[in-house]
């Protein structure tokens, strides 16, 4: 009883969502917070991809007067036309769910600007109010299935490549702060307990990605270059494994460990295999199936030279091309997102861009100020630590996430160019996008290594 009598005031009260306050461990707003959210941002991601299933139309025709004009008045109606259930399916409706997400996640970043504290008005919306915020999420994915298909799909592309790229760029950046913090806290234990087990284990790590990234080249070729037709893939592969090189040698240079001590090979290995996977995430989005076999034909005919063929064919896909590079997508944006809900965003390479400086993590066990968010009861709650300042910025918060939907949206569509609810066709564009995004990952990596250097008087924690 006492979970649901917690869980209906999380809903409509202004407390952190808790909704078994009583059952679960004790944690700080702003952390119970992010975490709803991420599991908002998650089901959505789960309902996109049950629109992808390929039986899904077939299992709705089973439907008594969903899809067949069974009786006079129809469940849908258009115009007096009955819709197809096809039409509702499909990667249209991909685009359709994530554009109600996205416009949920921009409409709280608009209203969160400018919040400093848990006494602003504002802040009781950001932890509170779940029923309502989960009304107007579902209402605003509801909605967009009555927009007509074109041209939405092809605009809202736009708009997710250019948010799947800034996604791609705010990954990097909490990849940088979990490589830079990973070396600092091994570095540190190493020096105080002198136990070689954390030298062994930078070492090897470092070894491992730069082995993991060399083998993903070796393959790259071997898969995506081995055609007179496959030039630009080429290039790509080799420019970026030559800017990888180039970042590992300067952050072991003896003028930048002078100015950075805390940089080296773990972090620009990390970067190294990164860099490797958006090359070929990129790469599998070329238009020329010479240039971009599926893993199926690679795996299947082990013994036929892979892109072969003297002609030029389009790639399309009809249904679900849910590839292996979508998986790794999905595994990288879940890790992100659930990184962005763990981490604060203060002392962090985040933290710097959202101008945060309260603490270093949300998450953390044993604190004094704990005991005095319990209940007089002992029982377990969700407390309230952003009473002088606020824990991260909600309003960048939420525009990440909106850069998250936007990704997954393009992540579950490979990337691809919808021309109908269940055909995609590939997208040069992508590529570019890509591509450009792993360029500038690497300059944003490098500007760490050297920025010490450059500016001596300032500070770079």
């Not at 062994?200 to 393959?219: D, H, K, P, S």
Request: charged share 15%; net charge negative; proline share 3%.
């Amino acid at each position: 009883m006492g979970c649901i009598i917690g869980g209906l005031a999380c809903c409509f009260g202004s407390a952190a969502c808790s909704l078994c306050c009583k059952c679960c461990p004790s944690c700080k707003n702003s952390t119970a917070s992010r975490l709803a959210y991420g599991v908002l941002l998650l089901l959505g991601t789960i309902v996109s991809i049950i629109f992808l299933a390929p039986g899904l139309v077939d299992a709705m025709k089973k439907i008594p007067g969903l899809c067949d004009n069974i009786i006079d008045i129809s469940v849908f109606k258009v115009d007096g036309l009955n819709v197809d259930c096809a039409s509702i399916v499909g990667y249209y409706s991909v685009y359709r769910v994530c554009f109600g997400m996205t416009l949920f996640f921009l409409l709280l970043c608009l209203i969160m600007i400018g919040v400093k504290s848990s006494k602003d008005p504002r802040a009781g919306i950001q932890n509170g109010f779940w029923f309502f915020k989960l009304l107007i999420l579902i209402g605003g994915i509801v909605g967009a299935f009555f927009i007509k298909e074109q041209p939405f799909a092809q605009i809202w592309m736009v708009f997710g490549l250019i948010g799947g790229f800034l996604f791609i760029v705010v990954q990097l950046i909490l990849l940088i702060d979990f490589a830079h913090g990973w070396n600092e806290s091994w570095v540190e234990k190493y020096e105080e307990t002198e136990s070689k087990a954390y030298y062994g284990g930078l070492l090897f790590f470092t070894i491992f990605f730069y082995l993991l990234a060399l083998t993903g080249v070796v393959l790259l070729y071997v898969f995506y270059a081995n055609n007179d037709a496959c030039s630009l893939n080429k290039f790509f592969i080799s420019f970026n494994m030559i800017l990888c090189i180039i970042v590992s040698i300067i952050s072991v240079l003896p003028a930048i460990q002078d100015a950075n001590p805390k940089s080296g090979l773990l972090q620009s290995s990390v970067i190294t295999i990164y860099t490797i996977y958006i090359t070929w995430s990129a790469i599998t989005n070329e238009t020329d199936s010479r240039c971009n076999p599926s893993l199926v034909e690679i795996f299947t005919h082990p013994n036929v030279t892979v892109g072969s063929s003297t002609a030029a064919t389009p790639i399309g896909a009809t249904g679900a091309r849910f590839d292996a590079q979508s998986v790794v997508g999905l595994i990288l944006w879940f890790l992100a997102v659930l990184y962005s809900t763990i981490r604060n965003s203060s002392h962090s390479s985040m933290g710097k861009i959202t101008m945060q400086g309260a603490e270093r993590t949300v998450i953390e066990g044993g604190s004094d100020d704990k005991t005095g968010g319990d209940d007089e009861e002992g029982g377990h709650k969700a407390w309230d630590n952003e009473e002088e300042t606020v824990a991260y910025s909600y309003s960048f918060f939420h525009f990440m996430f909106a850069l998250a939907s936007l990704y997954i949206m393009m992540t579950l569509t490979s990337w691809y160019t919808p021309n109908s609810p269940t055909t995609l066709t590939g997208n040069s564009a992508s590529v570019w996008v890509k591509m450009s995004s792993t360029w500038l990952c690497i300059l944003l990596y490098l500007w760490t290594l050297i920025a010490p250097k450059l500016f001596p008087d300032r500070e770079f924690n």
